[in-house]
């Protein structure tokens, strides 16, 4: 596996995650609350509803600072039931000629809001991937394999419009016995219905 890199991110830059996932949930909450007293006042709720009306089941979201890293990555997220999203997370990372990765990220997150996967989230991910990259001697290849953590917030706006941040870390093992842990800053964009 060798040195994957430093996995040191700016303290501000992680700060900056955690801002950003609280105040897009600010705002998420708010409207909520404002969509929930207005339909409180306008009609009487079933007694036993499985899920709320306007619950959006699926998101799917790029992630949009991956970019600035040349990473090219997408969630797809299905929630059966109200709070708990299975996670699927593909991505391709690299630079063509020289390194790249491929690989799968397959997770849960809890959210705390009502509409779908929007509110505060958190939770677990297991992820797989296979690291190239060319030296001197040729192509070098790895499996490597880890789980992270990941903890922020997402909000669905009225058309279904979707935004969030984040941030976690992963821990990753090589083929090698090597292991290191990065730090993740999450971003999401994208749509839910």
């Known amino acids: 596996m060798g040195n994957m890199g430093t996995g040191r991110v700016r303290h ?12 897009i949930v600010a705002v998420g909450t708010n409207a909520e609350a404002q969509e929930a007293s207005e339909a409180d006042s306008s009609e009487e709720e079933p007694e036993e509803a499985e899920t709320p009306k306007g619950f959006k089941h699926y998101t799917f979201t790029g992630n949009a600072l991956n970019v600035i890293v040349l990473r090219i990555s997408a969630n797809f997220e299905y929630l059966p039931v109200p709070h708990h999203a299975i996670v ?27 509409k779908g996967a929007n509110g505060f989230f958190f939770g677990p991910s297991l992820l797989a991937y296979r690291f190239d990259v060319l030296t001197i001697g040729g192509l070098a290849s790895a499996n490597i394999y880890g789980i992270a953590i990941d903890v922020g917030g997402q909000h669905i706006f009225g058309g279904g419009f979707t935004l969030g941040a984040g941030m976690g870390m992963a821990r990753w093992w090589g083929a090698d016995g090597g292991s290191e842990t990065w730090p993740r800053i999450l971003s999401t964009l994208g749509y839910s219905w």
Request: glycine residues 20%.
């Open 12 to 23: 501000g830059a992680v700060l900056a995650a955690l801002v950003v996932a609280l105040g």
């Open 88 to 114: 699927i997370n593909p991505s391709i990372w690299g630079v063509p000629g020289v390194f790249g990765m491929t690989g799968i990220e397959v997770g849960y997150h809890y959210y705390s809001g009502s």
